[in-house]
């Protein structure tokens, strides 16, 4: 899993911040590479993500 994070000092109270959620893993039936549901045929993983945001300090 990795986890980078970048957080930018936009002005003395304004933030903006990037981050992300990367997983990977072995094949199915690891926890990273994902479980088989039962009975469906498909197979759950984590998601990779990516978010951003802005805070603004008043």
Known sequence: ML???IVYDFSDNI???LT???TW???AG???GGYVIPGTGFTTAPADTISAWITWYF
């Open 3 to 5: 986890l980078p994070r």
């Open 15 to 17: 933030y903006i911040t």
């Open 20 to 22: 992300a959620l990367l």
């Open 25 to 27: 893993g072995g094949a």
């Open 30 to 32: 690891t926890e990273y």
